[in-house]
């Protein structure tokens, strides 16, 4: 069980909007059943589908403030946390034209569905046999992508990857497999090869109820 910020700033299924409240019960469900973490998530990858079409929801994210205001460790909006299995509802609002750090997720699953704006996507390759939390590491660009509102981008654990902003405030809605603050995770330089760790995004608890 992972251990929660303060449960009183967060959301319950009893009080989060209805459509998020269905998403927590069907990814409950999944762990309920048992099955391995691909399958768990890649189901929930579809689930998430469904919650990025809610009108309310997309009403509700038009509150959000801005949750990563400077290039360097972003914030995360978070919206809850379950208390028997661990996966937390985050959200990322960039400003327009910011961009991460090349990084992981350490060995969190994250779900990152695209709610407004738009922005590019690229992913890294691991070219040594270091370890998963090293001091240095070789990596080579891998390819881009363009990602835009209704886009889900499924990063199992330790996949190296950056999220470069357009020109528009840009909202993703998370869904990890743990908090972050409870595990480690890498940045890249790519250019020096060095890496460092931390502990994740800030986490900024805030409610996804009216």
């Not at 009080?15 to 309920?32: H, K």
Request: with cysteine; charged share 25%; proline share 6%.
């Amino acid at each position: 069980m992972a251990t929660q910020v303060s449960e009183i700033e967060l959301s319950s299924t009893s009080n989060m909007l209805p459509a998020a409240e269905t998403f927590v019960t069907r990814v409950r469900a999944l762990f309920e059943g048992g099955g391995d973490e691909p399958k768990i998530w890649s189901t929930a990858c579809e689930y998430l589908r469904d919650l990025l079409e809610d009108e309310d929801l997309k009403k509700h994210s038009e509150t959000w403030p801005d949750s990563l205001s400077v290039e360097g460790k972003p914030g995360n909006l978070l919206f809850y946390e379950d208390a028997d299995y661990g996966f937390v509802l985050n959200a990322l609002v960039k400003a327009p034209g910011l961009k991460t750090s090349v990084h992981d997720h350490g060995r969190s699953w994250t779900l990152y569905g695209v709610l407004e704006g738009g922005e590019t996507v690229t992913r890294f390759d691991r070219i040594d046999d270091g370890l998963q939390v090293p001091e240095m590491a070789d990596i080579r660009e891998a390819g881009s992508h363009e990602v835009i509102p209704g886009y889900i981008d499924f990063v199992p654990p330790w996949e190296i990857h950056q999220e470069h902003n357009t020109d528009q405030r840009t909202i993703g809605f998370i869904v990890r497999s743990q908090r972050s603050g409870t595990f480690v995770q890498n940045r890249f330089n790519p250019d020096t090869g060095t890496v460092d760790q931390y502990d994740g995004p800030v986490q900024m608890p805030y409610k996804l109820a009216w």
